[in-house]
Protein backbone atom coordinates (compact mmCIF):
# COMPACT_ATOMS: atom_id res chain seq x y z
CA UNK A 1 0.00 0.00 0.00
CA UNK A 2 1.37 3.62 -0.85
CA UNK A 3 2.54 4.96 2.48
CA UNK A 4 0.59 8.35 1.29
CA UNK A 5 -2.56 6.46 1.70
CA UNK A 6 -1.45 4.32 4.64
CA UNK A 7 -1.14 7.59 6.66
CA UNK A 8 -4.49 9.10 5.68
CA UNK A 9 -6.30 5.88 6.33
CA UNK A 10 -4.69 5.94 10.13
CA UNK A 11 -5.48 9.57 10.45
CA UNK A 12 -8.78 8.84 9.87
CA UNK A 13 -9.26 5.57 12.20
CA UNK A 14 -8.05 8.28 14.61
CA UNK A 15 -10.78 10.54 14.18
CA UNK A 16 -13.25 7.76 14.35
CA UNK A 17 -12.14 6.01 17.46
CA UNK A 18 -11.64 9.48 19.39
CA UNK A 19 -15.35 10.17 18.53
CA UNK A 20 -16.19 6.58 19.70
CA UNK A 21 -14.58 6.93 23.01
CA UNK A 22 -15.92 9.84 24.41
CA UNK A 23 -19.52 8.50 23.14
CA UNK A 24 -19.50 5.64 25.27
CA UNK A 25 -18.29 8.11 28.20
CA UNK A 26 -21.08 10.44 27.67
CA UNK A 27 -23.64 7.61 27.95
CA UNK A 28 -22.78 7.88 31.32
CA UNK A 29 -22.82 11.40 32.34
CA UNK A 30 -22.94 13.29 29.24
CA UNK A 31 -25.78 15.72 29.32
CA UNK A 32 -26.76 19.35 27.16
CA UNK A 33 -23.60 21.02 28.60
CA UNK A 34 -21.66 18.40 28.28
CA UNK A 35 -22.08 17.54 24.48
CA UNK A 36 -22.19 21.62 23.49
CA UNK A 37 -19.14 23.10 25.83
CA UNK A 38 -17.51 19.85 27.30
CA UNK A 39 -19.30 20.26 30.63
CA UNK A 40 -16.87 23.37 31.39
CA UNK A 41 -13.76 21.09 32.26
CA UNK A 42 -11.19 21.45 29.31
CA UNK A 43 -7.83 22.39 30.26
CA UNK A 44 -5.39 24.87 28.64
CA UNK A 45 -3.87 23.14 26.47
CA UNK A 46 -6.77 21.61 24.45
CA UNK A 47 -8.65 24.95 24.56
CA UNK A 48 -5.62 26.80 23.20
CA UNK A 49 -5.05 24.38 20.41
CA UNK A 50 -8.93 23.68 19.55
CA UNK A 51 -9.65 27.21 19.27
CA UNK A 52 -6.49 27.78 16.65
CA UNK A 53 -6.94 24.32 14.78
CA UNK A 54 -10.57 25.17 14.82
CA UNK A 55 -10.06 28.89 13.62
CA UNK A 56 -7.19 28.06 10.82
CA UNK A 57 -8.36 26.20 7.92
CA UNK A 58 -6.57 24.86 4.55
CA UNK A 59 -5.97 28.59 3.71
CA UNK A 60 -3.02 28.41 6.17
CA UNK A 61 -1.04 25.50 4.83
CA UNK A 62 -2.02 26.24 0.58
CA UNK A 63 -3.62 30.03 0.50
CA UNK A 64 -1.16 31.92 2.43
CA UNK A 65 1.50 30.61 1.17
CA UNK A 66 0.66 30.11 -2.02
CA UNK A 67 -0.48 34.09 -2.66
CA UNK A 68 2.98 34.81 -0.76
CA UNK A 69 4.51 32.76 -3.17
CA UNK A 70 2.97 34.31 -6.24
CA UNK A 71 3.23 37.95 -5.32
CA UNK A 72 5.33 38.85 -2.58
CA UNK A 73 5.35 39.99 1.45
CA UNK A 74 2.34 42.44 0.78
CA UNK A 75 0.49 39.52 0.85
CA UNK A 76 0.61 39.03 4.21
CA UNK A 77 -1.04 41.21 5.63
CA UNK A 78 -4.59 39.31 6.38
CA UNK A 79 -1.93 36.63 8.43
CA UNK A 80 -0.93 39.83 10.57
CA UNK A 81 -4.53 40.85 10.87
CA UNK A 82 -5.42 37.54 12.27
CA UNK A 83 -2.33 37.23 14.43
CA UNK A 84 -3.16 40.44 16.23
CA UNK A 85 -7.00 39.81 16.17
CA UNK A 86 -6.32 36.10 17.95
CA UNK A 87 -3.65 37.81 20.54
CA UNK A 88 -6.65 40.72 21.25
CA UNK A 89 -9.35 38.47 21.76
CA UNK A 90 -7.22 36.01 24.26
CA UNK A 91 -5.98 38.91 26.14
CA UNK A 92 -8.60 40.91 26.71
CA UNK A 93 -12.30 38.80 26.29
CA UNK A 94 -11.34 35.09 27.13
CA UNK A 95 -11.05 34.95 30.82
CA UNK A 96 -13.95 37.82 31.26
CA UNK A 97 -16.48 35.79 28.50
CA UNK A 98 -15.45 32.54 31.02
CA UNK A 99 -16.58 33.98 34.15
CA UNK A 100 -19.30 36.13 32.60
CA UNK A 101 -21.09 33.05 30.60
CA UNK A 102 -21.24 31.25 33.97
CA UNK A 103 -21.89 34.09 35.80
CA UNK A 104 -25.35 34.52 33.02
CA UNK A 105 -27.43 31.73 34.16
CA UNK A 106 -24.15 29.33 33.71
CA UNK A 107 -24.95 30.04 29.12
CA UNK A 108 -23.59 27.23 27.05
CA UNK A 109 -23.86 29.22 23.90
CA UNK A 110 -23.08 32.99 22.70
CA UNK A 111 -26.87 33.58 21.85
CA UNK A 112 -27.72 32.31 25.30
CA UNK A 113 -25.10 34.02 27.18
CA UNK A 114 -26.14 37.67 25.17
CA UNK A 115 -29.83 37.11 26.17
CA UNK A 116 -29.04 36.26 29.93
CA UNK A 117 -25.98 38.87 30.33
CA UNK A 118 -29.07 41.34 30.57
CA UNK A 119 -31.77 39.30 32.43
CA UNK A 120 -34.20 39.45 29.63
CA UNK A 121 -36.94 37.96 29.14
CA UNK A 122 -37.59 38.24 25.73
CA UNK A 123 -35.80 35.58 23.53
CA UNK A 124 -35.69 38.18 20.45
CA UNK A 125 -32.12 38.42 20.85
CA UNK A 126 -31.46 34.70 21.30
CA UNK A 127 -33.38 33.70 18.64
CA UNK A 128 -32.22 36.15 16.20
CA UNK A 129 -28.35 35.04 16.63
CA UNK A 130 -29.43 31.23 17.03
CA UNK A 131 -31.03 31.69 13.59
CA UNK A 132 -27.82 33.55 11.96
CA UNK A 133 -25.71 31.15 13.02
CA UNK A 134 -27.79 28.50 12.13
CA UNK A 135 -28.02 29.31 8.74
CA UNK A 136 -24.61 30.88 8.01
CA UNK A 137 -22.75 27.68 9.73
CA UNK A 138 -24.65 24.99 7.33
CA UNK A 139 -23.03 27.27 4.89
CA UNK A 140 -19.91 27.25 6.52
CA UNK A 141 -19.70 23.48 6.98
CA UNK A 142 -20.80 23.29 3.29
CA UNK A 143 -17.56 25.63 2.61
CA UNK A 144 -15.63 22.91 4.84
CA UNK A 145 -16.91 19.84 2.89
CA UNK A 146 -15.80 21.35 -0.45
CA UNK A 147 -12.23 22.87 0.85
CA UNK A 148 -11.69 18.86 2.78
CA UNK A 149 -12.22 17.57 -0.71
CA UNK A 150 -10.74 19.96 -2.49
CA UNK A 151 -7.85 18.95 -0.89
CA UNK A 152 -8.12 15.23 -0.96
CA UNK A 153 -8.55 15.40 -5.11
CA UNK A 154 -5.85 17.64 -5.16
CA UNK A 155 -3.47 15.17 -2.89
CA UNK A 156 -5.31 12.16 -4.67
CA UNK A 157 -5.93 13.41 -8.33
CA UNK A 158 -7.68 9.95 -9.40
CA UNK A 159 -10.59 10.09 -6.36
CA UNK A 160 -14.10 11.95 -7.30
CA UNK A 161 -15.05 15.03 -5.70
CA UNK A 162 -18.17 12.96 -4.91
CA UNK A 163 -16.27 9.99 -2.95
CA UNK A 164 -13.70 12.39 -1.09
CA UNK A 165 -16.99 14.64 -0.14
CA UNK A 166 -18.43 11.71 1.27
CA UNK A 167 -15.17 10.46 3.02
CA UNK A 168 -14.49 13.70 4.63
CA UNK A 169 -18.28 13.81 5.81
CA UNK A 170 -18.27 10.52 7.48
CA UNK A 171 -15.24 10.96 9.05
CA UNK A 172 -16.42 14.62 10.16
CA UNK A 173 -19.52 13.06 11.55
CA UNK A 174 -18.38 10.06 13.42
CA UNK A 175 -16.60 12.77 15.50
CA UNK A 176 -19.02 15.66 16.30
CA UNK A 177 -22.45 13.08 16.00
CA UNK A 178 -20.88 10.70 18.46
CA UNK A 179 -18.57 12.42 21.16
CA UNK A 180 -19.73 16.30 20.72
CA UNK A 181 -17.60 19.06 22.34
CA UNK A 182 -14.77 16.78 23.89
CA UNK A 183 -14.69 14.75 20.86
CA UNK A 184 -14.20 18.02 19.03
CA UNK A 185 -11.66 19.41 20.96
CA UNK A 186 -9.57 16.48 21.46
CA UNK A 187 -9.19 15.83 17.67
CA UNK A 188 -8.42 19.39 17.04
CA UNK A 189 -5.66 19.65 19.76
CA UNK A 190 -4.15 16.67 17.70
CA UNK A 191 -4.82 18.13 14.88
CA UNK A 192 -3.14 21.74 15.35
CA UNK A 193 -0.01 19.96 16.78
CA UNK A 194 -0.01 18.13 13.35
CA UNK A 195 -0.52 21.60 11.64
CA UNK A 196 2.06 23.41 13.28
CA UNK A 197 4.87 19.83 13.51
CA UNK A 198 4.14 19.88 9.49
CA UNK A 199 4.59 24.06 8.98
CA UNK A 200 7.63 24.08 10.98
CA UNK A 201 9.19 20.44 9.63
CA UNK A 202 9.40 21.86 6.29
CA UNK A 203 11.34 24.51 5.39
CA UNK A 204 13.75 23.30 8.70
CA UNK A 205 14.58 20.08 6.10
CA UNK A 206 14.25 22.80 3.04
CA UNK A 207 17.50 25.20 4.49
CA UNK A 208 19.34 21.89 5.37
CA UNK A 209 19.13 20.17 2.04
CA UNK A 210 18.29 22.30 -0.82
CA UNK A 211 20.31 24.58 -2.89
CA UNK A 212 18.62 27.95 -2.65
CA UNK A 213 18.75 30.35 -5.34
CA UNK A 214 17.78 34.00 -4.58
CA UNK A 215 17.88 35.20 -8.36
CA UNK A 216 14.54 33.50 -8.32
CA UNK A 217 13.23 36.08 -6.28
CA UNK A 218 13.40 38.62 -8.85
CA UNK A 219 12.24 36.85 -11.98
CA UNK A 220 8.69 38.18 -13.13
CA UNK A 221 6.81 34.70 -13.76
CA UNK A 222 3.38 34.48 -15.66
CA UNK A 223 0.29 32.02 -16.04
CA UNK A 224 -2.99 32.02 -17.59
CA UNK A 225 -5.87 31.76 -15.18
CA UNK A 226 -7.96 29.06 -15.65
CA UNK A 227 -11.57 31.00 -14.82
CA UNK A 228 -10.99 33.85 -16.95
CA UNK A 229 -8.25 33.10 -19.00
CA UNK A 230 -6.19 36.73 -18.21
CA UNK A 231 -2.33 36.61 -18.12
CA UNK A 232 -1.43 36.76 -14.34
CA UNK A 233 2.17 37.77 -13.84
CA UNK A 234 3.65 36.95 -10.74
CA UNK A 235 6.57 39.47 -8.97
CA UNK A 236 7.80 39.02 -5.88
CA UNK A 237 7.37 41.96 -3.90
CA UNK A 238 10.20 41.79 -0.85
CA UNK A 239 8.29 44.38 1.02
CA UNK A 240 5.49 44.77 3.66
CA UNK A 241 4.16 48.00 1.72
CA UNK A 242 4.21 46.58 -1.24
CA UNK A 243 0.34 46.45 -0.75
CA UNK A 244 -2.00 49.11 -1.25
CA UNK A 245 -3.12 50.76 1.99
CA UNK A 246 -6.58 49.57 1.18
CA UNK A 247 -5.40 45.84 1.20
CA UNK A 248 -3.35 46.50 4.59
CA UNK A 249 -6.06 48.01 5.84
CA UNK A 250 -8.41 45.17 5.08
CA UNK A 251 -5.98 42.90 5.92
CA UNK A 252 -5.49 44.21 9.46
CA UNK A 253 -9.23 44.56 9.87
CA UNK A 254 -9.73 40.62 9.43
CA UNK A 255 -8.08 40.90 13.24
CA UNK A 256 -12.15 42.25 14.25
CA UNK A 257 -13.65 39.45 13.11
CA UNK A 258 -11.88 37.32 16.21
CA UNK A 259 -14.38 39.08 18.75
CA UNK A 260 -17.50 37.83 17.03
CA UNK A 261 -16.77 34.49 16.07
CA UNK A 262 -18.91 31.98 17.67
CA UNK A 263 -17.04 28.85 17.57
CA UNK A 264 -13.60 30.72 18.88
CA UNK A 265 -15.38 32.32 21.54
CA UNK A 266 -17.33 29.05 22.64
CA UNK A 267 -14.13 27.52 23.32
CA UNK A 268 -13.21 30.47 26.31
CA UNK A 269 -16.45 29.19 27.38
CA UNK A 270 -15.29 25.75 28.28
CA UNK A 271 -12.00 25.83 30.18
CA UNK A 272 -12.38 24.92 33.19
CA UNK A 273 -11.09 27.83 35.40
CA UNK A 274 -10.34 31.58 34.30
CA UNK A 275 -7.10 31.31 35.60
CA UNK A 276 -6.10 28.98 33.34
CA UNK A 277 -6.63 31.46 30.48
CA UNK A 278 -3.20 32.91 30.95
CA UNK A 279 -1.61 29.84 29.74
CA UNK A 280 -3.97 29.11 27.19
CA UNK A 281 -3.23 32.39 25.87
CA UNK A 282 0.45 32.19 25.69
CA UNK A 283 0.15 28.93 24.04
CA UNK A 284 -2.38 30.33 21.56
CA UNK A 285 -0.37 33.20 20.37
CA UNK A 286 2.85 31.14 20.42
CA UNK A 287 1.41 28.66 18.20
CA UNK A 288 -0.64 31.83 15.51
CA UNK A 289 2.68 33.18 15.43
CA UNK A 290 4.90 30.23 15.08
CA UNK A 291 2.21 28.80 12.20
CA UNK A 292 2.03 32.32 9.99
CA UNK A 293 5.71 32.78 10.12
CA UNK A 294 6.45 29.21 8.83
CA UNK A 295 3.91 29.35 6.40
CA UNK A 296 5.11 33.01 5.26
CA UNK A 297 8.85 30.99 5.41
CA UNK A 298 7.30 27.96 3.27
CA UNK A 299 6.47 30.22 0.43
CA UNK A 300 10.08 32.79 0.28
CA UNK A 301 11.72 29.37 0.20
CA UNK A 302 9.03 28.05 -2.25
CA UNK A 303 10.13 30.68 -4.62
CA UNK A 304 13.59 30.04 -4.62
CA UNK A 305 12.78 26.37 -5.39
CA UNK A 306 9.87 25.86 -7.07
CA UNK A 307 9.01 28.76 -8.34
CA UNK A 308 9.48 27.81 -12.36
CA UNK A 309 7.65 24.88 -11.94
CA UNK A 310 4.73 25.95 -9.75
CA UNK A 311 4.13 29.65 -10.90
CA UNK A 312 3.95 28.51 -14.62
CA UNK A 313 1.24 27.09 -14.31
CA UNK A 314 -0.61 28.60 -11.70
CA UNK A 315 -0.09 26.05 -9.31
CA UNK A 316 1.40 28.65 -6.61
CA UNK A 317 -1.16 26.87 -3.80
CA UNK A 318 0.53 23.49 -4.01
CA UNK A 319 3.64 24.66 -2.85
CA UNK A 320 3.37 23.24 0.37
CA UNK A 321 2.79 19.54 -0.82
CA UNK A 322 5.17 19.93 -3.63
CA UNK A 323 7.81 19.89 -0.53
CA UNK A 324 6.45 17.31 1.44
CA UNK A 325 6.59 15.04 -1.71
CA UNK A 326 9.93 15.92 -2.00
CA UNK A 327 11.41 16.30 0.76
CA UNK A 328 10.35 13.25 2.85
CA UNK A 329 9.47 9.40 2.65
CA UNK A 330 5.93 8.32 1.32
CA UNK A 331 4.53 7.74 5.11
CA UNK A 332 6.32 10.44 6.46
CA UNK A 333 4.93 12.79 3.20
CA UNK A 334 1.16 11.42 4.38
CA UNK A 335 1.28 12.78 7.69
CA UNK A 336 2.76 16.05 6.18
CA UNK A 337 -0.71 15.95 4.02
CA UNK A 338 -3.40 14.73 6.38
CA UNK A 339 -2.13 18.13 8.32
CA UNK A 340 -3.66 19.96 5.06
CA UNK A 341 -7.09 18.06 5.89
CA UNK A 342 -7.14 18.27 9.61
CA UNK A 343 -7.12 22.09 8.81
CA UNK A 344 -10.22 21.77 7.05
CA UNK A 345 -11.65 19.34 8.95
CA UNK A 346 -10.88 21.03 12.37
CA UNK A 347 -12.52 24.53 11.15
CA UNK A 348 -15.67 22.52 9.91
CA UNK A 349 -16.64 20.26 12.98
CA UNK A 350 -16.49 23.37 15.13
CA UNK A 351 -18.78 24.91 13.03
CA UNK A 352 -20.88 21.63 13.04
CA UNK A 353 -21.27 21.46 16.04
CA UNK A 354 -22.09 25.93 17.30
CA UNK A 355 -24.84 25.05 14.22
CA UNK A 356 -26.59 22.28 15.92
CA UNK A 357 -25.95 23.99 19.52
CA UNK A 358 -27.80 27.14 18.06
CA UNK A 359 -30.51 25.66 17.08
CA UNK A 360 -31.41 22.83 19.96
CA UNK A 361 -30.49 25.28 22.82
CA UNK A 362 -31.32 28.54 21.64
CA UNK A 363 -35.14 27.66 19.44
CA UNK A 364 -35.50 24.20 20.70
CA UNK A 365 -35.87 23.91 24.05
CA UNK A 366 -36.90 27.33 25.26
CA UNK A 367 -39.80 27.66 22.31
CA UNK A 368 -40.52 24.50 21.78
CA UNK A 369 -39.75 22.22 24.75
CA UNK A 370 -38.94 23.88 27.66
CA UNK A 371 -39.47 20.94 30.16
CA UNK A 372 -37.00 18.19 27.69
CA UNK A 373 -34.95 16.56 29.38
CA UNK A 374 -30.99 16.02 28.91
CA UNK A 375 -31.47 13.13 27.18
CA UNK A 376 -33.85 14.38 24.76
CA UNK A 377 -31.90 17.56 24.38
CA UNK A 378 -28.15 15.74 23.54
CA UNK A 379 -30.21 13.66 21.50
CA UNK A 380 -31.69 16.56 19.84
CA UNK A 381 -28.39 17.87 19.31
CA UNK A 382 -27.09 14.86 17.04
CA UNK A 383 -29.93 15.19 14.91
CA UNK A 384 -29.63 18.49 14.33
CA UNK A 385 -25.49 17.70 13.55
CA UNK A 386 -27.09 14.81 11.05
CA UNK A 387 -29.42 17.20 9.71
CA UNK A 388 -26.67 20.06 9.37
CA UNK A 389 -24.50 17.79 7.91
CA UNK A 390 -26.92 16.47 5.15
CA UNK A 391 -27.74 19.73 4.18
CA UNK A 392 -24.52 20.80 3.53
CA UNK A 393 -23.28 17.98 1.88
CA UNK A 394 -26.47 18.65 -1.05
CA UNK A 395 -24.86 22.53 -1.06
CA UNK A 396 -21.36 21.98 -1.48
CA UNK A 397 -22.30 18.73 -4.13
CA UNK A 398 -25.01 20.66 -6.09
CA UNK A 399 -24.19 22.32 -9.44
CA UNK A 400 -25.20 25.63 -11.19
CA UNK A 401 -25.06 28.79 -10.65
CA UNK A 402 -27.06 28.79 -7.58
CA UNK A 403 -24.83 26.41 -5.47
CA UNK A 404 -22.10 28.44 -5.96
CA UNK A 405 -23.38 32.02 -5.14
CA UNK A 406 -24.61 30.33 -2.03
CA UNK A 407 -20.53 29.14 -1.94
CA UNK A 408 -19.53 32.79 -2.74
CA UNK A 409 -21.38 33.71 0.89
CA UNK A 410 -18.71 32.37 3.08
CA UNK A 411 -16.38 34.56 1.95
CA UNK A 412 -18.52 37.47 3.26
CA UNK A 413 -19.58 35.24 6.49
CA UNK A 414 -16.23 35.88 8.75
CA UNK A 415 -17.35 39.71 8.00
CA UNK A 416 -20.58 39.26 9.13
CA UNK A 417 -19.97 37.72 12.12
CA UNK A 418 -17.51 40.36 13.30
CA UNK A 419 -19.77 43.16 12.20
CA UNK A 420 -22.79 41.77 14.45
CA UNK A 421 -21.36 40.20 17.14
CA UNK A 422 -18.15 41.74 17.88
CA UNK A 423 -18.96 45.38 19.47
CA UNK A 424 -21.79 43.68 21.42
CA UNK A 425 -19.43 41.06 22.99
CA UNK A 426 -16.93 43.37 23.53
CA UNK A 427 -19.68 46.08 25.17
CA UNK A 428 -21.18 43.49 27.36
CA UNK A 429 -17.60 42.02 28.78
CA UNK A 430 -16.54 45.71 29.65
CA UNK A 431 -19.50 48.39 30.22
CA UNK A 432 -21.53 47.88 33.47
CA UNK A 433 -24.38 49.55 31.69
CA UNK A 434 -25.12 48.62 28.84
CA UNK A 435 -28.29 47.31 27.97
CA UNK A 436 -30.34 44.81 25.81
CA UNK A 437 -31.88 47.18 23.67
CA UNK A 438 -28.23 48.34 22.61
CA UNK A 439 -27.11 45.01 21.78
CA UNK A 440 -30.18 44.49 19.77
CA UNK A 441 -29.57 47.99 17.56
CA UNK A 442 -25.36 46.64 17.61
CA UNK A 443 -26.14 43.21 16.24
CA UNK A 444 -28.66 44.85 13.89
CA UNK A 445 -26.87 47.68 12.70
CA UNK A 446 -23.40 46.07 12.35
CA UNK A 447 -24.73 43.42 10.05
CA UNK A 448 -26.91 45.74 8.02
CA UNK A 449 -23.72 48.16 7.20
CA UNK A 450 -21.72 45.15 6.38
CA UNK A 451 -24.27 44.07 4.12
CA UNK A 452 -24.71 47.49 2.57
CA UNK A 453 -20.88 48.06 2.02
CA UNK A 454 -20.12 44.59 0.25
CA UNK A 455 -22.81 45.32 -1.99
CA UNK A 456 -22.94 49.05 -2.57
CA UNK A 457 -19.20 49.52 -1.66
CA UNK A 458 -17.03 46.67 -2.42
CA UNK A 459 -15.26 48.95 -4.91
CA UNK A 460 -13.57 51.23 -2.42
CA UNK A 461 -11.06 48.41 -1.34
CA UNK A 462 -12.05 48.19 1.92
CA UNK A 463 -13.03 45.00 3.36
CA UNK A 464 -16.93 45.14 4.73
CA UNK A 465 -15.77 44.11 7.92
CA UNK A 466 -14.45 47.79 9.50
CA UNK A 467 -17.21 50.10 8.47
CA UNK A 468 -19.75 47.22 9.96
CA UNK A 469 -18.02 47.04 13.11
CA UNK A 470 -17.37 50.50 13.73
CA UNK A 471 -21.35 51.11 12.69
CA UNK A 472 -22.21 48.12 15.19
CA UNK A 473 -20.12 49.56 17.84
CA UNK A 474 -21.91 53.01 17.19
CA UNK A 475 -25.20 52.10 17.43
CA UNK A 476 -24.98 50.06 20.24
CA UNK A 477 -23.62 53.09 22.49
CA UNK A 478 -26.09 55.56 21.04
CA UNK A 479 -29.05 53.42 22.00
CA UNK A 480 -27.74 52.29 25.25
CA UNK A 481 -27.10 56.27 26.01
CA UNK A 482 -30.74 56.73 25.01
CA UNK A 483 -31.88 53.58 26.90
CA UNK A 484 -32.92 53.93 30.60
CA UNK A 485 -30.46 52.22 33.22
CA UNK A 486 -30.45 48.78 33.15
CA UNK A 487 -32.36 46.81 35.36
CA UNK A 488 -30.49 45.91 38.99
CA UNK A 489 -30.60 41.79 38.17
CA UNK A 490 -28.52 42.66 34.94
CA UNK A 491 -26.03 44.98 36.81
CA UNK A 492 -26.18 42.39 39.61
CA UNK A 493 -24.61 39.72 36.89
CA UNK A 494 -21.90 42.32 36.04
CA UNK A 495 -20.71 42.57 39.33
CA UNK A 496 -20.55 39.28 39.99
CA UNK A 497 -18.73 38.47 36.72
CA UNK A 498 -16.35 41.27 37.20
CA UNK A 499 -15.24 39.98 41.07
CA UNK A 500 -11.74 38.56 40.75
CA UNK A 501 -12.80 35.87 43.28
CA UNK A 502 -15.93 34.60 41.30
CA UNK A 503 -15.40 31.19 39.98
CA UNK A 504 -11.83 30.14 40.58
Keep these: MNGEILAFILYFIMLVGVGVYFFMK ?64 WIFNAARLRRFSKAAGDAITIPQYLSNRFASKSYTLQIICAIVFF ?77 LDTSALTEVYSYKDAVSGETVECAFGAGLFDASWQEIVSGLAWGLGYFGMPHILVRFMSIEKPSMVK ?88 IFRKNASEKEILWVGRIVVLAVAVIAFFIASSKGSGAQAIMDLVENAWAGFGASFGPVIILSLYWRRFTYKGAVAGVIGGGAVDILWYNFLSGTG ?22 KTPEKEALEIFDKATDPSFDE
Excluded: H
Excluded at 43 to 58: I, N, R
Design 462 to 483: IYELFPGFIAGLICAVVVTLID
Design 135 to 211: VCFTIYVASGFVAGATVFTTIFPKLSMQTAMIVFALAMLACTFLGGFKAVCWTDFFQGLLMLAALLAVPIIIVATQN
Design 26 to 89: SRKSGGEKDYFLGDRQMGPWVTAMSAQASDMSAWLLMGLPGSILAFGFGQMWIGIGLALGTAAN
Design 279 to 366: KSATVAIIWVVLALLAATLIAYLGRMVLAEDLLTQGMQKMVFVEFARRLFPAFISGILLAAIMAASMSTADSQLLVASSSFTSDIYKP
